[in-house]
Each structure stands twice: as structure tokens, then as C-alpha cells.
């Protein structure tokens, strides 16, 4: 491949505008387009951005300029001038997108969490398994939970024999520009049954691990919060240890409630706003205070940015299906500085 | 004793004034009267009820009769006449009163479990400590979280060896008529270290167990949901053994999510609407399909119902103290058809 990695982002709601962004401050790849269905303020906001705006189907064309919003053409279109397409449409439609995808063998694949696994050759998280989506054809990002358990686990996973993973997962139940989802006043089981499809988005990843999860979804936008415990198969580790591994990771940074006074994920993003672009939050936060370790058990409590914590792993799967770039470590040292993910402490 | 108990319940909140109704249900008590400390709807609604009203201190009275309510007496003429004294006054406020009620040597003292556990001789739960309680001078009741927690590991310890319990509690911010608590938008730990009290409050009654627990706090107001992980020393047990023990139990209902489309806390409060005065659920919750066995471990879903669970308990413990009813199961049994709680199954 010579020059540049030309990248197309199908979608640009939640995730695909913050994945647009990101391409843009890489020195290796480039935003050819992004594909919006709808005329509406997310189109004039690409638009604004300066993005060329691609429409699905040449039947859409006319929908957005009787609007006066101006279009460079459809998606298969786009997808003639692209190396890699980043699809972060609705859940679910990515798989039928799959469809077009495949008529254009040149264009490498990148699917969201909302689709089944079996949509890509790989589902990915960076930290976990990078190489093995080295240029393959296709590849899902899974999805924001699961991106915050594999983090932890696979950081753990390098320093200690985990035995089995018990993840209860507090879920915002919607995205701050969603108008009509639900609950306002209600603590949901989702799903009643146990274990929640979280544990079995891990396993896609590292399938040899012991792993339950429970969620419920609360009336809040900002962030999911997890509490994890992790049954470790040798005794002998320290709270220290982990707090040391913690500290050295990357993509995870730890939170000091008693210094910082932050105590939850109100006043995570409300640092945020004042820092970050759209408040985002791409780094696992881990609480350093919650960190407890009871004989052979480590417990403790992180929070999940909802809206970015996937866009780093999206920006390495371009890396790694081109096969740009072949380290891990390179590729994720890339993404970290231009995205300016914090180290060790969060405000510290 | 001679007739039924008399009791004075001070504080006519959210659980007192359940107590004065429930305490009215029972063929071996009397509410004497109830002691509000401000003139406001809890005092018209005290009085429309038909309880005597009694105020802290002499200071008190003109204080509610400017505003036209009529007043019965002080709180310590109160405790001249009663044989049993439930506080329910704001946690701590227990500790301040039981100064006065001590002056009163024959009155019998139950606080509520926002009071330390020294204020009292015994931290009670029914299932699990009635006949310790029995003829003491005091008794706490513990809070609604710690009351749920040991209703299910009483329970389950019963029939099974239990080696460690691990609970994730989900606690509503704010009962319905508290107007100024939060959060609104956000997920807060509660605390940030861990393990949060609840895991101390449980051992003031079962001291033996090796329990963690961890709580946040989220924007609702209706119930707090516990995810409750159990281990066992012994393996084979299976998820029908556990079923076949919560349905006989008492003071535990299960709530088939697949059959009644109850998933949450919101369309649990729904149906008690429909069918219990102020929407009361004092039984434990346990959501049927959530209960998941995997080895050694059950894991499963609660709910708490924060305003009632306790009631039942303080009717028990009021029995406890003054020795009328020796047998646990007796007055319990009494407790609960008075109450009209519900046996087996949620609504079936």
C-alpha cells in the first residue's frame, strides 16, 4: 500500500463521527467520506466538519438536496476509492451492509458490537488479540462493555493466572442525544436470564475464559460502571500488584476518589468537559479506591465511556487489516499520543 | 403481660408510619400513639389515620396547635404507657433518643438499622436471630439492603453450606417523597472503597460469614436491586434444589420475568399498585430467571423493596422483646397473613 490508508466510515452517528475524528489525527490514514441516511443535523455537522457527505443509494440524493445539503455521491461510490470501510451503522445493519462491502473484494471490513460475530473473521480488541486480525479481510470491534472487560482481562491476563471472571455491569440506558429510550425510573434486568450476552462477546475474544456476567440498565447517559471480580488461580497476589500493573497499562487509567473527590461517572465526565473534545473518555477508568483484593479475589469498580471507549481499537483494526502496521505495541503508541489517552492517573 | 403490647412509635416517616398501620394489623398489639416532631402532611395523615398524636418536648405543642393540629402529649408521657418504644426516627437520631427512652426502664427499645449497631443488645433479622432477641431490652432492626441480603442467606444456609457470599448492591438514590436527594445523572459508588457496610451489617447478625459486598447508587426511586453471587462448600447443588428452597421460603416470592413481563423494579411497583396499599412489597423479591448455577456458585437477581421490607421484621422483633411469642415461626406466621404476603410466586 503507497501512501495514506483510505478509509470510509458508513454511519455517522455515535461511534462513526468519533471514529472520523480519530482517522483524521493519524499520519497514516485519511477520511475519504462518510455515508449518512438522513438529512438531518448529523449531516450538517459532517458537513461543517468538513467531511464529503455519501449517501447510501442514488435514491437518497434528492432527499438531501431538497434540504440544500450537498453530496458527493453513494456509498458504492465511495467505496470504489477506499482500501478500508469502517461500518458503524445501527446494530444489525451491518450486517446487511456486508452485502455491498463484498462486491468491492479490495475494501477491507470493520464492523461495531452491534453485530453478531459471525459478521467479520475476527472480532477484536486490541490489547487482547491485534495480530490475529493482522490483514485479514474483516473485522467487529465488539462492543464498549465488552472492550472495558477485555481491557482489564487481558491486562490482568499478562501478569496473573486468571481462574474465572464475575462481572456485574450497571448500564446507562441511553446515549445523551437519544430522545426517547428509556427508563426514566426503573432499574432493568437485561436480560432476567443469566449469564447477559456480555460473557459471551468475551469469549469471541479469548474463548478459553471462565467468565459470568450480569447487567441491569439505569436511568442515567454518561457512562456504564462495572464491577468485576477475578478469581485468581495462584495466591499469593497483592493489592499492590495490582494496582502496579494497573498504573503501567494502557488504555486504562485509575481514578483517586480520595484525592480527586470523584465518586462516580457525573463527576468523571464533568472533568471531561472541561478537558476533552465531546467530553469523551476513551480510556477504561478504573476506580483506584474500589480496587479490594480478599484471598484469591480481586474486586473492584470501573466506568465505560459509552460513546468512545471503542474508537482507539477502531483506529488499530484499520492498522491491522491493512497490515500497516504489523506491532501491536506501534500501532496502539500511535493511536494513544495523537488521541492523548491519559497515563496512569485520571487528572493527576 | 397482661392484653395486647403497647407501643409508641417515634418518627412517622417512611417506615414508621408502615409500622403504626402494621402494628394496627396484629390481634396482640396496639399503637398507644405516634410522635412527629414537625406539623406538616405527615401529621394530618397521622391524625385522618386516627393515631394520638405526640410531640418531642413541651416546647413542641405550640408549635402544632398555632397550625390547628391537636396534640396528645409528650413524647415521654408517651412512654409512661407503652410497653415497647419503635424508634423510627432519621438514622442516628435513634442513638439521641434512647437517652430518654432509658429513663423509662420498662419500655422495650427498637431502633431501625440507620442507628449503629451498639445502640442496641442485638442486631435482629428474623429468619436468622429471633430467639437471640428474645427478652432483651433492645433490638435493632437492620436496614432494608442487610435485611434482604440475610433474608436470602439465612435462607439458603438453612440447607446448603455456604462459604462466601459476594453481592453487587444497586441502590435507589431517593424514596419517592424525598425532593431534594440525587443523583439525577449519574452512577455513583457508594462508597468508593470497598467492601461498602452492608458486608459489616451483615456479619453484626451472622458474624461467621465470609461476605463482600459493593454498592452505587443510581437515579431511581422505586427499589434497590442486589445481584448476589453464593458459593457453596459442597458441590452438586443445582438450580432446582435452590428454586424448590425460595419457593417454600417465607418473606421471598419469585417473579417469573418470562411468564409476567416483569423485568424491573418500575413494573414490580406497577403491579403492587394495583394491589397493596401504598405499593408495598415487603417480601423479598428473587427474580426466577436469574437464579444460575455454575459450579459450585449461584448467582442470581433480588429486589428490595426499601420503604417496607422491614416491617415485618420490627412486628417480629416487637414480639421478641417483650416475650409474648416465644416460637419464631409462630409469630412470623402471624406477621405475614396479617400482612397478606404473598407465598411462592410473584402475582400467580
Redesign the interface.
Known amino acids: 500500500m503507497v501512501g495514506k490508508i483510505r478509509v470510509a466510515v458508513n454511519g455517522y452517528g455515535t461511534i462513526g463521527k468519533r471514529v472520523a475524528d480519530a482517522i483524521r489525527l493519524q499520519d497514516d490514514m485519511d477520511v475519504v467520506g462518510v455515508v449518512k441516511k438522513s438529512p438531518d443535523y448529523g449531516a450538517l455537522l459532517a458537513l461543517k466538519k468538513g467531511f464529503n457527505l455519501y449517501v447510501p443509494t442514488q435514491d437518497d440524493i434528492d432527499k438531501f438536496e431538497i434540504t440544500g445539503i450537498q453530496v458527493s455521491g453513494t456509498l458504492e461510490e465511495l467505496l470504489e476509492n477506499v482500501d478500508v470501510v469502517v461500518d458503524a451503522t445501527p446494530g444489525g445493519m451491518g450486517a446487511k451492509n456486508k452485502q455491498i462491502y463484498t462486491r468491492f473484494p479490495h475494501v477491507k471490513q470493520i464492523f461495531q458490537g452491534g453485530e453478531k460475530p459471525d459478521v467479520a473473521e475476527v472480532s477484536f480488541s486490541s490489547l487482547c488479540n491485534y495480530k490475529e486480525a493482522l490483514n485479514k479481510a474483516s473485522a467487529r470491534v465488539v462492543s464498549c462493555n465488552t472492550t472495558g472487560l477485555l481491557r482489564l482481562i487481558c491486562t490482568l491476563g499478562n501478569h496473573f493466572k486468571i481462574s474465572r471472571v464475575?462481572a456485574?455491569l450497571?448500564r446507562?440506558a441511553a446515549d445523551p442525544r437519544e430522545v426517547k429510550k428509556g427508563?426514566i425510573?426503573?432499574?432493568?434486568?437485561?436480560?432476567?436470564?443469566?449469564?447477559s450476552h456480555h460473557a459471551l462477546d468475551v469469549k469471541t475474544v479469548v474463548p478459553w475464559l471462565d467468565i459470568?456476567t450480569?447487567a441491569?440498565?439505569?436511568?442515567?447517559?454518561?457512562?456504564?460502571?462495572h464491577?468485576v471480580?477475578v478469581r485468581f488461580s495462584e495466591g499469593g497476589v497483592t493489592r499492590e500488584d495490582i494496582l502496579r500493573v494497573l498504573e503501567d497499562a494502557r488504555r486504562i487509567v485509575l481514578v483517586k476518589?480520595?484525592v480527586t473527590g470523584i465518586?462516580?461517572?457525573?463527576?468523571l465526565i464533568e472533568v471531561a468537559r472541561d478537558l476533552r473534545p465531546r467530553n469523551d473518555i476513551p480510556e477504561l477508568v478504573v476506580?483506584e479506591?474500589?480496587?479490594?483484593v480478599?484471598k484469591d479475589?480481586l474486586?473492584?469498580?470501573q466506568?465505560v465511556h459509552q460513546e468512545s471507549i471503542v474508537v482507539p481499537e477502531n483506529i488499530d483494526a484499520i492498522r491491522a487489516l491493512t497490515g500497516i502496521e504489523p506491532d501491536p505495541e506501534k500501532s496502539m503508541s500511535k493511536t494513544d499520543s495523537t488521541l492523548g489517552l491519559s497515563k496512569k492517573f485520571f487528572l493527576l
Chains 1, 2 share one sequence.
Open positions: 464475575r456485574v450497571i446507562r427508563p425510573n426503573s432499574i432493568n434486568l437485561n436480560p432476567p436470564r443469566l449469564p459470568v450480569a441491569v440498565v439505569v436511568p442515567t447517559t454518561l457512562m456504564h460502571v464491577h471480580a476518589s480520595a465518586k462516580g461517572t457525573a463527576q476506580f479506591d474500589s480496587v479490594h480478599e479475589e474486586m473492584l469498580f466506568a
